[in-house]
């Protein structure tokens, strides 16, 4: 397989020039990490449905891409979902990982499925339908991946709207209390360290806030101390 | 299948939802041809904790502490990835020795993690004596983990921004010493390991997948180049250290002159980067900088600034499985618009399906480990056989690939 290197800047050039109007916003980012700060690239595409699977296939003829996992999101009006491939893999920080990112609006969630072009793209897809509520056109195995069958039709958990999971459905752990009719703990003075523990955790869903992430750091390190000693 | 009608034509065998060689229950329907297997089909799901929602519901900093809990093997993988995409977005930049930390730490969680699987897969096989001298070997790299985060499992190292803890000059010594065990070791191992001829009996040609499947299939990490797909986000992406650092990815041809694809490639591989890994923490020891290893110690910052983000990002590292995977949006908000993860198995689940096909049923326990390293028990397997069910459980199913190590070593 011989490959012909391109630059992030060149991917988007090309696909700019091919799909022209059909592209909203592409990106070019960079980011660098370690002492030599290696240069780690990606292409961002965001790209409408209607040419969504021809730029797929301009991205094969480009280099054969790794579909790294479709993620999903619910914009609103709209689900987005963003096909993360890479290109370019085997040679050292050349990888580039370019995002194709696809609106749909929620009155027509339709996809057309790209799993003839990349097999292994149905696991992903099929999470995308039961967690996103989208269609997958076309698709070669629809059941639900990681619901169980008893899961109430049309909800959707990563959806943020009435579609998304209802209140009736969360069990909060924490609200289940310390289980009753146990034998006390042997160690007295553990057993208030955990009712403060509990009461902590019960607080977490709702206080966010900085406050409590601050504890972590004070307690490790006086411990450091000893083991170095 | 109609030319099997006489003998019962095909059965298919459930085996699962508990199975051995895996973390995650996970239920597996074979359809079988006597003692091969014609198809397979398979359903995740069973452990699905629903952990991108719990997550769209907190905040950068609470989540961190969440993916360490997403695996109990890869500890510090998903903190790593996510904290990686949390970074980008936010612009934070980590200090260069904190980027040092966490390679130190991500290549002892391959370390422990390829030998676990290396003693699962000694296991499957009927080997036990080699799953315990494995095991024992492996328990090096654990205690050199808790000596350095504090914990054997859940590390609770990586911040965004950096890492909570820094490794310290006088810890180096215990370092060393690690290395030079597996140094001494591995010559042993990989004889134990490679040379054995009933391993290779079991292992080669079976399982197979090639380059243009795993592709094709989207798999990842040492499954993947296995099949000779060179590919590693160590080496493709350079993340946190790895950019500094001198290595290759390991191909199966680089030890055997050649690449088959099968389970013996795939031991060969993780084998190596036990090999590759002691190496690499050595050149992080020599090479490492001075200087803070957080971001900022204040967590609250912290906090503000994720909170203030507003983009979104990947966070890709090379899990001991595989490309980890963290899609992270923020918009402004305390808690991500949305996050999504990815972990190498989610990938790499797909190709059970080619390599799987035409073994045999007593190959089952070792092909499906090949994947992965985690170790787990077949509650039950029922074969379900015109009207009559078999319970097969964990031990029947281990006992008939130990029957087949022997019967091979009879033949032989």
């Known amino acids: 397989m011989t490959r012909t290197m391109r630059t992030p800047e060149e991917i988007a050039a090309l696909f700019t020039e091919k799909f022209g109007g059909e592209l909203g916003e592409v990106t070019v980012k960079e980011w660098a990490e370690g002492v030599k700060k290696t240069p780690i690239r990606s292409v961002w595409i965001r790209v409408s449905r209607d040419v969504f699977k021809d730029a797929v296939r301009c991205l094969v003829d480009i280099d054969y891409p790794h579909l790294g996992v479709i993620s999903g999101a619910d914009m609103g009006d709209e689900v987005e979902l963003l096909y993360h491939m890479m290109i370019y893999f085997g040679e050292r920080g050349q990888e580039i990982n370019v995002t194709l990112a696809v609106p749909l609006p929620k009155s027509d969630l339709r996809i057309p499925t790209i799993s003839d072009i990349i097999p292994g793209a149905v696991y992903s897809e099929r999470e995308k339908q039961e967690m996103l509520g989208i269609e997958v056109v076309d698709i070669p195995d629809s059941r639900r991946l990681f619901l169980p069958p008893d899961f109430p039709e049309n909800v959707y958990p990563w959806r943020k709207d009435e579609t998304g999971i209802r209140e009736d459905m969360i069990k909060e752990l924490w609200a289940v209390g310390r289980p009753t009719g146990r034998p006390a703990p042997p160690v007295a003075p553990k057993e208030e360290k955990k009712k403060e523990e509990s009461a902590t955790a019960g607080e977490t869903p709702e206080q966010t806030e900085p406050a409590e992430p601050q504890k972590p750091p004070a307690a490790p390190e006086p411990e450091e101390v000893k083991n170095d000693e | 299948m109609s030319e099997n009608k006489k003998i019962g034509s095909t059965y298919s065998i459930p085996i699962g939802p508990v199975h051995p060689a895996l973390k995650e229950p996970i239920l597996f329907t074979f359809k079988m041809n006597g003692e091969l297997v014609e198809e397979v089909d398979f359903a995740p799901g069973e452990c699905h904790r629903g952990i991108e929602w719990m997550g769209m519901r907190r905040n950068p900093v609470q989540i961190v502490h969440l993916t360490d809990r997403i695996c109990g093997i890869c500890g510090v993988s998903h903190s790593l990835a996510f904290a990686r995409a949390v970074e980008q977005i936010a612009e934070i930049e ?182 590759q890994s002691v190496d690499l923490i050595r050149q992080c020891l020599e090479n490492m900088p001075s200087g803070e290893v957080l971001w900022e110690k204040k967590y609250p910052k912290i906090l503000a600034a994720c909170k203030k983000a507003t983009g979104e990002a990947v966070g890709r590292i090379e899990a001991p499985r595989g490309e980890c995977l963290h899609y992270v949006r923020m918009d402004g908000n305390t808690n991500p618009q949305c996050w999504k993860v990815k972990a190498s198995t989610y990938s790499n689940q797909m190709s059970w399906l080619n390599m799987l096909k035409g073994e045999q049923i007593a190959d089952i326990p070792i092909v499906v480990a090949s994947i992965d390293p985690c170790m787990s028990c077949t509650d039950r397997v029922a074969v379900v056989h015109g009207e009559r069910t078999d319970i097969l459980t964990k031990a029947d199913l281990h006992r008939l690939s130990v029957e087949k190590t022997r019967r091979l070593a009879q033949w032989s």
């Open chain 2, 94 to 275: 980590v200090p260069e020795r904190a980027h040092y930390v966490r390679t130190i730490i991500a290549e002892y969680e391959r370390l422990q993690s390829h030998l676990l699987w290396a003693g699962v897969a000694a296991h499957e096989l009927g080997f036990d004596t080699l799953f315990f001298l494995a095991w024992r070997v492996r328990e090096e790299s654990m205690d050199v983990i808790e000596y350095l985060t504090g914990n054997r499992v859940n590390y609770g190292i990586v911040q965004v921004g950096g890492v909570r803890r820094d490794f310290t000059e006088d810890q180096f010594p215990r370092i060393e010493a690690s290395l030079k065990y597996y140094e001494d070791v591995a010559g042993k191992l990989l004889n134990l390991f490679l040379e054995d001829r009933t391993i290779q009996m079991r292992c080669k040609n079976t399982g197979v997948m090639s380059e243009k499947e795993a592709l094709e299939l989207c798999t990842v990490g040492p499954t993947a180049r296995a099949s000779g797909l060179a590919m590693d986000v160590r080496y493709d992406s350079p993340y946190a250290a790895y950019g500094d650092l001198d290595f290759t990815p390991v191909l199966p041809h680089q030890y055997l002159g050649l690449t088959n694809g099968d389970v013996y490639d795939r031991i060969v591989v993780r084998l190596l980067e036990v090999v």
